[in-house]
T-cell receptor, first 113, second 116 residues
Framework: DTGVSQDPRHKITKRGQNVTFRCDPI?????LYWYRQTLGQGPEFLTY????????KSRLLSDRFSAERPKGSFSTLEIQRTEQGDSAMYLC???????????FGPGTRLTVT | AQSVTQLDSQVPVFEEAPVELRCNYS??????LFWYVQYPNQGLQLLLK??????LVESINGFEAEFNKSQTSFHLRKPSVHISDTAEYFC??????????????FGTGTLLAVQP
């Protein structure tokens, strides 16, 4: 396993700009999750993919957020018209089908100025 | 719905002393339980998990946790900590009946600060 990778590791953007993050899961994992972690808090679930199908979205995922996993491999998370409240660490995790443990990437830290 | 409570936001301890990090959960259905560790500016690493079987689970670096169904707890312990154990520790649950998602519900974390 090469592990879950995320790109970029850090992103600084100005309020109102759009940003896109990428996640590459462990190769044989067909489940992919996005979480958001703010300072002093645990990660909070945002959305889940099984292969290319997005099967659940949290109410935290406003209409400015969109996620895709076009071929069931890598995934992207886009935030449009960023706000200062979007500043957080965005974590991606993957798991095998019918396995409950998830493996996390290093995260993308977003700072909105 | 599930929730996880980690009552201690920070636990200071001296090197080579024992430590216990507390985790309690609430759920109307059976759950799987996990401890993750997060070092500064890094993602989360799976430390140990309880899925079924023995209620005492161990990690490769000396941590252990015990699932107590009656007390809805999954406390993490280590008999002798090292400086390198300094990190944030997160307890998480996943419902056995979460449908297709199996999303993790996390506590707010406990910072283990090991002092020389």
């Amino acid at each position: 396993d090469t592990g879950v990778s995320q790109d970029p590791r850090h992103k600084i953007t100005k309020r109102g700009q759009n940003v896109t993050f990428r996640c590459d899961p462990i190769s044989e994992h067909n489940r992919l999750y996005w979480y958001r972690q703010t300072l002093g808090q645990g990660p909070e679930f945002l959305t889940y993919f099984q292969n290319e199908a997005q099967l659940e979205k949290s109410r935290l995922l406003s209409d400015r957020f969109s996620a895709e996993r076009p071929k069931g491999s890598f995934s992207t998370l886009e935030i449009q018209r960023t706000e200062q409240g979007d500043s957080a660490m965005y974590l991606c995790a993957s798991s095998r089908d019918k396995a409950y443990e998830q493996y996390f990437g290093p995260g993308t830290r977003l700072t909105v100025t | 719905a599930q929730s996880v409570t980690q009552l201690d936001s920070q636990v200071p301890v001296f090197e080579e002393a024992p430590v216990e990090l507390r985790c309690n959960y609430s759920s109307s259905v059976s759950v799987y339980l996990f401890w993750y560790v997060q070092y500064p500016n890094q993602g989360l690493q799976l430390l140990l998990k309880y899925l079924s079987g023995s209620t005492l689970v161990e990690s490769i670096n000396g941590f252990e946790a015990e699932f107590n169904k009656s007390q809805t707890s999954f406390h993490l312990r280590k008999p002798s900590v090292h400086i390198s154990d300094t990190a944030e520790y997160f307890c998480a649950v996943s419902s056995l009946y979460g449908g297709a998602t199996n999303k993790l519900i996390f506590g707010t974390g406990t910072l283990l600060a090991v002092q020389p």
